[in-house]
């Protein structure tokens, strides 16, 4: 008998058992005699009264002797029951120990017939954490082609913003190396695309975290300025933190919660991530990862969040705040549906988006307009929201335009541009 029959068998055996209870029923008690306790007289006779010894036995000692046997016939059965209830109860100690171990036989049983877990793909990251680091994806990722890429491709980038503020052509030869080493990088993006949470619409899985620090820490490693232990261990602590926060933001969006929000939030969490581990780092470790001239430049500092931005930037230039301003309502209505009017009627929130943009909005040369930094996105997205929430509740939007306003998560980058 194999041990799940047998815990079956068990399981019938302790019914049957408890079926025992007729045991218990009381003893049915012994019918009452009809004892004379004098003879009868007869119709028409003279009783004779007795003149010899005294009768043995009085009407009192036949009912004493009949509860005397009624107290023995209930004694025998107390303990004819209490026989039979120690025996039910070993019997149910017996068959539950046996069920216990046929549940345990059954288990081992399984167990041993289970099929051993398949390895994982590929090999632990280097910097690991969170649930994600076991992605195919995460640990068949050919970092050193990956971090080898990415050091080329980031001198010739800084190279061609370089010819670019300067107002020189790029040499075509770096924008052919350029685009072939980009493929490589593409190549990793698309493996984890949809792969990792992300709220943005280009490159939020690359910049993800658990991508971001593998990079960082596989840079390092080549450049022969490898991460200690320490810094390693700390580093997925930092991952385990942005995690947590991620999953905390969340649960707290509702319907109400515009996309913008959202991709700021994720933009600020990962530059927390970012910040963390750049300053975990010796300076010869963060001269490896960090050109201060470039860092968290849009699509050239390639291990800064700043590459989510990549497809989420609006520019607005004009020559002056009054063309910008009114450049910024007409694409408004354009894009958003609003009635002109009605969104001249509260110009005014315009004018306050504008003027808490300060300094942002001090002329500045068409180079350093075309620069766009993922650390003043951070301001410039928080303003926007403001102003968007304020022109929801404002103009009572409903229906289409209020879809378009929440669905939009474009960074506006208003710019005063000096004529040349």
Same mark, same amino acid.
């Given at each position: 008998?194999?041990?799940?029959?047998?815990?079956?068998?068990?399981?019938? $055996?302790?019914?049957?058992?408890?079926?025992?209870?007729?045991?218990?029923?009381?003893?049915?008690?012994?019918?009452?005699?009809?004892?004379?306790?004098?003879?009868?007289?007869?119709?028409?006779?003279?009783?004779?009264?007795?003149?010899?010894?005294?009768?043995?036995?009085?009407?009192?000692?036949?009912?004493?002797?009949?509860? =005397?046997?009624?107290?023995?016939?209930?004694?025998?059965?107390?303990?004819?029951?209490?026989?039979?209830?120690?025996?039910?109860?070993?019997?149910?100690?017996?068959?539950?120990?046996?069920?216990?171990?046929?549940?345990?036989?059954?288990?081992?049983?399984?167990?041993?017939?289970?099929?051993?877990?398949?390895?994982?793909?590929?090999?632990?990251?280097?910097?690991?954490?969170?649930?994600?680091?076991?992605?195919?994806?995460?640990?068949?990722?050919?970092?050193?082609?990956?971090? =080898?890429?990415?050091?080329?491709?980031?001198?010739?980038?800084?190279?061609?913003?370089?010819?670019?503020?300067?107002?020189?052509?790029?040499?075509?030869?770096?924008?052919?190396?350029?685009?072939?080493?980009?493929?490589?990088?593409? $190549?990793?993006?698309?493996?984890?695309?949809?792969?990792?949470?992300?709220?943005?619409? $280009?490159?939020?899985?690359?910049?993800?975290?658990?991508?971001?620090?593998?990079?960082?820490?596989?840079?390092?490693?080549?450049?022969?300025?490898?991460?200690?232990?320490?810094?390693?261990?700390?580093?997925?602590?930092?991952?385990?933190?942005?995690?947590?926060?991620? =999953?905390?933001?969340?649960?707290?969006?509702?319907?109400?919660?515009?996309?913008?929000?959202?991709?700021? =939030?994720?933009?600020?969490?990962?530059?927390?991530?970012?910040?963390?581990?750049? $300053?975990?780092?010796?300076?010869?470790?963060?001269?490896?990862?960090?050109?201060?001239?470039?860092?968290?430049?849009?699509?050239?500092?390639?291990?800064?969040?700043?590459?989510?931005?990549?497809?989420?930037?609006?520019?607005?230039?004009?020559?002056?705040?009054?063309?910008?301003?009114?450049?910024?309502?007409?694409?408004?209505?354009?894009?958003?549906?609003?009635?002109?009017?009605?969104?001249?009627?509260?110009?005014?929130?315009?004018?306050?988006?504008?003027?808490?943009?300060?300094?942002?909005?001090?002329?500045?040369?068409?180079?350093?307009?075309?620069?766009?930094?993922?650390?003043?996105?951070?301001?410039?997205?928080?303003?926007?929201?403001?102003?968007?929430?304020?022109?929801?509740?404002?103009?009572?939007?409903?229906?289409?335009?209020?879809?378009?306003?929440?669905?939009?998560?474009?960074?506006?980058?208003?710019?005063?541009?000096?004529?040349?």
């Amino acid at each position: 008998m194999d041990s799940k029959t047998l815990a079956l068998g068990v399981v019938i $055996g302790l019914a049957v058992g408890l079926a025992g209870g007729w045991l218990l029923k009381p003893a049915p008690e012994p019918q009452k005699q009809d004892v004379p306790s004098r003879p009868r007289e007869r119709a028409g006779e003279k009783t004779e009264v007795p003149t010899g010894p005294k009768a043995l036995y009085t009407g009192d000692d036949i009912d004493a002797a009949r509860a =005397d046997e009624r107290a023995k016939a209930q004694a025998g059965q107390d303990a004819a029951v209490e026989k039979a209830t120690e025996a039910l109860r070993r019997e149910k100690q017996e068959l539950a120990s046996r069920l216990e171990q046929a549940e345990k036989d059954l288990a081992d049983a399984r167990a041993a017939k289970a099929p051993p877990e398949p390895p994982k793909p590929g090999k632990d990251p280097l910097v690991k954490f969170g649930k994600h680091a076991d992605l195919a994806e995460i640990r068949e990722a050919k970092w050193d082609e990956l971090t =080898d890429a990415s050091a080329k491709m980031r001198v010739l980038l800084e190279k061609l913003m370089q010819a670019h503020a300067e107002g020189k052509q790029p040499d075509p030869a770096d924008m052919q190396e350029i685009t072939a080493l980009n493929r490589i990088l593409q $190549g990793h993006a698309i493996k984890i695309l949809r792969k990792l949470p992300t709220h943005a619409s $280009g490159n939020g899985e690359y910049t993800h975290p658990i991508s971001l620090a593998n990079m960082m820490a596989n840079a390092l490693k080549a450049a022969g300025k490898p991460l200690t232990e320490a810094q390693l261990k700390r580093m997925a602590e930092l991952g385990e933190d942005y995690e947590a926060a991620w =999953d905390k933001a969340q649960a707290l969006y509702t319907e109400q919660t515009l996309k913008l929000e959202k991709f700021i =939030d994720e933009l600020e969490l990962k530059h927390r991530f970012y910040d963390g581990c750049v $300053g975990l780092m010796a300076a010869d470790q963060r001269a490896v990862i960090v050109d201060e001239e470039w860092q968290h430049v849009v699509g050239i500092d390639l291990y800064s969040p700043s590459l989510m931005l990549s497809m989420n930037v609006r520019p607005l230039h004009k020559a002056s705040r009054e063309e910008l301003r009114a450049e910024a309502m007409a694409q408004m209505s354009r894009g958003w549906k609003i009635d002109a009017a009605a969104l001249e009627a509260q110009a005014f929130l315009v004018d306050n988006w504008l003027t808490e943009l300060g300094d942002f909005l001090n002329p500045v040369s068409q180079s350093a307009a075309e620069v766009f930094r993922s650390t003043e996105a951070l301001v410039l997205g928080r303003a926007q929201i403001k102003f968007m929430k304020e022109l929801i509740t404002a103009l009572n939007l409903a229906g289409d335009s209020l879809k378009l306003v929440r669905g939009d998560d474009d960074v506006v980058y208003p710019r005063v541009v000096q004529a040349k």
